[in-house]
């Protein structure tokens, strides 16, 4: 997995406030880098400048690999049960099985918007993971999970990093992966 992911001077505005400047990161394969800081400080949109889904109000940002972000929203049909919802995207993320590694067996014939908050994050959670993306960008990523769900996602980056993947997470939660580099947003408020 050959993936590189770099900001330079990057400046976020959000209506008539500025959230932060002077922002430059530098990732190579392996890479993992928790985003921390309090509500509203711009951890949300910091990562969809990195996946090139905002522009920033200053700077430029270099992605060498398919993007996997993972937010707030399970793109998955709400009006499909789950196994189609998620074979929509195997199919066009090219991704073979259909065993996902997420308790998730019970669940795929239920219509995607009957899913509890926790089995919409496992869900959007084994997309991810059935996808080839090399950089991950992951927002909150452990909102909802119960104590297993969190382990999972923790060794489900490390096991990324390991095939010399590159991950951005934000989570308010501490985050179970030792070794992670650490972004305290707070450092480039204006
Ligand atoms: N489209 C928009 N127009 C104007 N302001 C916005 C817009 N989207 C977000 N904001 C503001 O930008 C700020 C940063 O939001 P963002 O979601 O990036 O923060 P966050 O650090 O991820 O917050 P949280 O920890 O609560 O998830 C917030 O004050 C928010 O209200």
Redesign the pocket.
């Known amino acids: 997995m050959q993936a590189r992911l770099a900001a330079h001077d990057l400046a976020c505005r959000?209506?008539d406030?500025v959230?932060f400047r002077g922002l430059s990161l530098s990732l190579e394969p392996g890479d993992v880098l928790h985003v921390t800081?309090?509500?509203?400080?711009?951890?949300?949109?910091?990562l969809r400048i990195l996946a090139g889904l905002l522009s920033p109000y200053a700077g430029t940002v270099e992605r060498d690999g398919a993007v996997g972000l993972l937010d707030e929203k399970p793109a998955l049909d709400p009006d499909q049960p789950l196994s189609h919802a998620l074979a929509f995207w195997r199919a066009i993320d090219a991704t073979p099985g259909t065993n996902y590694p997420w308790d998730m067996e019970h669940l795929l014939d239920v219509p995607v918007r009957y899913l509890s908050t926790g089995q919409r994050k496992r869900a959007a959670l084994a997309r991810l993971s059935a996808q080839t993306a090399p950089i991950w960008l992951l927002?909150?990523p452990l909102n909802g999970l119960d104590h297993r769900g969190v382990s999972m996602v923790g060794a489900m980056v490390e096991s990324h990093s390991r095939a010399h993947g590159i991950c951005v997470l934000?989570s308010?939660q501490p985050f179970p992966l030792d070794g992670m580099r650490v972004l305290e947003?707070a450092e480039f408020v204006p």
């Open positions: 959000r209506g406030r959230l800081g309090v509500n509203g400080i711009g951890k949300s949109s910091l927002d909150e934000a308010h947003l």
